[in-house]
Nanobody, 126 residues
Framework: QVQLVESGGGLVQAGGSLRLSCVAS????????MGWFRQAPGKEREFVGS????????GYADSVKGRFTISRDNAKNTVYLQMNSLKPEDTAIYYC???????????????????WGQGTQVTVSS
């Protein structure tokens, strides 16, 4: 059974950086794209960014564009989220997710993903 495991969260001061990792473990992992989402207390889960495994093309939410970067290591089945210039409003639980099939469905919608990790907490202090 395939699982997604996030790591790298923690407490950081505003202006600092963190790098999150998401590793897919399991004998067979078949994925078209990966997404990063976050959820703050009392708020809905929101899109952060996405990356396609083969093309490497990425997309980002406006709120993180220019500050966050998603990359992948296909050989390791690992996706990274580099977060720079962090702000207190970036505080949330961060989740990675996998979508198995390509299609016209938006990569920014959490409902279009098949598999989710357990999340990792990111806290940015002011």
């Amino acid at each position: 059974q395939v699982q997604l495991v996030e790591s790298g969260g923690g407490l950081v001061q505003a202006g600092g950086s963190l790098r999150l990792s998401c590793v897919a473990s399991g004998r067979t992992f078949d994925s078209y794209a990966m997404g990063w989402f976050r959820q703050a207390p009392g708020k809905e889960r929101e899109f952060v960014g996405s990356i396609r495994w083969t093309a490497g093309s990425t997309g980002y939410a406006d709120s993180v564009k220019g500050r966050f970067t998603i990359s992948r290591d296909n050989a390791k089945n690992t996706v990274y989220l580099q977060m720079n210039s962090l702000k207190p409003e970036d505080t949330a639980i961060y989740y990675c997710a996998s979508r198995k099939y390509a299609g016209l469905w938006s990569l920014s919608s959490p409902g279009n993903y098949d598999l989710w990790g357990q999340g990792t907490q990111v806290t940015v202090s002011s």
